[in-house]
């Protein structure tokens, strides 16, 4: 496989996305691995000051305007009132929002409030992610999660009343001990609320987590034939209840898929700030330092202490835009794909192929697409397409 094109022709006209990462949170769930502590004020304003640093530093690297900007976590929400306008100051500061589709921010039932939400709406924020994980008081005592059924409730009908364009809820499925009435129990209760979209993400057990010593322990165990069978019971219950899956993990009712993880998925160009967030740029890739420390230091000196920098080849991008794009329904066209990195695909038929076969797939002239099988196996079938020989 040889092309003339590199990465940077390929993403000549992609949509840039804007992730922020806050790295802080009121303590840690049993299940989490991303990047965050327990903040105090101190350490709040370090991160204002370097975060504004390293957003002046980045905007140096392109002239392009945003498309999307995300703010994730950690918990945002943590932030105060004054933290969060200070935070959406500093986007509105460095980056042009003149063509922004959309602006999520991530949010925690126990810690957002009414003016929080009216500050992140005055800044120009279109949609907000609350991280629910699950309407059971049990499993929420069980996953380590601070929130109550209530403080949800609660929390929901403040972001309904501030008017935002769109909301999603984070559920979890396949917590260890739930079945499928548990499972249809949480999906009726989070529909009942009636969100534009929903993302369910099934458990996984990360090592330096409390859920991975338990399951060490022996206190767990992993089924895959029961997380399928709960995978299935959920696409089908949400297909039903009008919410179309777009990738093995979103569903959303018509016109409210989420454009910054499309964009994503579609390998665009996005620029991420904060410890341990990570960029696709310029035919580059990097990720921020992860410590808090070091990241800072790093800001400071303008020399950013980047782990994972890479040079993007035309091949990467390729294995990549066909692996994340199998994950979506739309699939892949092997059309628009050859076109956009000028690589003859040749190679990579034989697997395509053989997923047809064994019936995990289905050709629609050029698009090749997973059918439902084929999803419950998305995972190995990355792994089998990042082996194809480039
Ligand atoms: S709120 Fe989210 S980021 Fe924070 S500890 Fe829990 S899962 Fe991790």
Redesign the pocket.
């Known amino acids: 496989m040889t092309s003339k094109q590199t990465p940077v022709d390929c993403f000549s006209s992609s949509p840039l996305g804007l992730y922020v990462h806050v790295p802080f949170?009121a303590?840690?769930?049993d299940?989490?691995a991303?990047v965050?502590s327990k903040p105090n004020r101190k350490q709040i304003n370090r991160y204002l000051s370097a975060l504004k640093s390293e957003a002046r530093h980045c905007k140096t690297l392109t002239k392009k305007t945003v498309h999307t900007v995300f703010w994730g976590?950690?918990?945002p929400s943590i932030l105060l009132p004054d933290d969060l306008r200070t935070l959406g100051g500093i986007v509105h500061e460095y980056w042009d929002l003149g063509d922004c589709q959309e602006w999520t921010v991530e949010v925690?039932p126990a810690s957002v409030t009414p003016s929080k939400l009216k500050g992140l709406k005055s800044l120009g924020v279109t949609r907000i992610s609350m991280?629910v994980q699950s309407f059971d008081p049990a499993t929420l005592e069980e996953m380590g999660?601070l929130h109550s059924v209530n403080q949800i409730h609660r929390a929901y009908d403040w972001i309904q009343s501030e008017g935002f364009e769109q909301v999603n809820l984070d559920l979890i499925i396949a917590f260890p001990g739930q079945n499928e009435d548990h499972l249809l129990k949480d999906l009726e209760h989070a529909l009942a609320l009636k969100p534009d979209h929903l993302s369910t993400y099934c458990l996984t057990f990360e090592e330096d987590t409390q859920l991975y010593a338990k399951l060490q322990k022996g206190e767990y165990k992993i089924d895959p034939e029961k997380e399928a069978d709960l995978y299935t019971s959920v696409w089908n219950y949400l297909e039903k209840q009008g919410y179309s899956q777009y990738e093995v993990s979103n569903f959303a009712k018509p016109g409210c898929q989420s454009i910054h993880n499309l964009n994503t998925w579609k390998m665009h160009e996005w620029i991420g700030l904060g410890p341990s967030a990570s960029s696709q740029f310029g035919g580059k890739r990097w990720t921020q330092n992860p410590d808090f420390e070091k990241w800072e230091q790093g800001i400071a000196k303008a020399q950013p202490t980047c782990i994972d920098e890479s040079t993007l080849t035309i091949e990467d991008l390729a294995n990549d835009i066909l692996i994340f794009g199998l994950r979506t329904i739309e699939g892949v066209s092997l059309k628009d794909l050859g076109q956009r990195t000028g690589m003859d695909l040749g190679a990579y038929l034989p697997v395509l192929n053989q997923l047809v076969e064994e019936e995990l797939a289905d050709w629609h002239g050029d698009t090749i697409r997973l059918n439902l099988n084929g999803r419950l196996k998305a995972d190995a079938i990355g792994v089998e397409i990042l082996s194809v020989e480039a």
């Open positions: 949170c303590t840690t769930c299940f989490c991303f965050q976590g950690g918990t925690a991280g999660r």
